[in-house]
């Protein structure tokens, strides 16, 4: 069983920068491992991806630029360093972790619990 643990939203002003983590045990197959957000009354959003081996990165059009994803096999984490925040990005940032390189939430077979990043104007 795949469990995934995400830390480090929080509140943060426009302009600043927050890295959230996703620890991830049981993994134990070539996985594709990705960042969604949702906002109450909308569908989860794709923000970044990448593969158990550190490619195929995909970044999502609206956080392109801002927005760096990576992992350390290591300690199974992956991590979404976020700059250059805006009021829009305010969301529950989910980790997700499947098998295929893909865009869509329902691909993906295990989620974390979720962390609030919210940012202020």
């Known amino acids: 069983q795949v469990h995934l643990l995400e830390s480090g939203g929080g509140l943060v002003q426009a302009g600043g920068s927050l890295r959230l983590s996703c620890a991830v045990s049981g993994r134990n197959s070539e996985t594709y491992e990705v960042w969604f957000r949702q906002t109450p009354g909308k569908e989860r959003e794709f923000v970044a991806g990448i593969a158990w081996n550190g490619r195929g990165i995909m970044y999502g059009d609206s956080v392109k630029g801002r927005f760096t994803i990576s992992r350390d096999n290591n300690m199974q984490s992956i991590f979404l360093q976020m700059n250059s925040l805006e009021p829009e990005d305010t969301a529950t940032y989910y980790c997700?972790?499947?098998?295929?390189?893909?865009?869509?939430?329902?691909?993906?077979?295990?989620w974390g619990q979720g962390t609030q990043v919210t940012v202020s104007s």
């Open positions: 997700a972790v499947g098998k295929s390189v893909t865009t869509r939430a329902s691909d993906f077979d295990y």
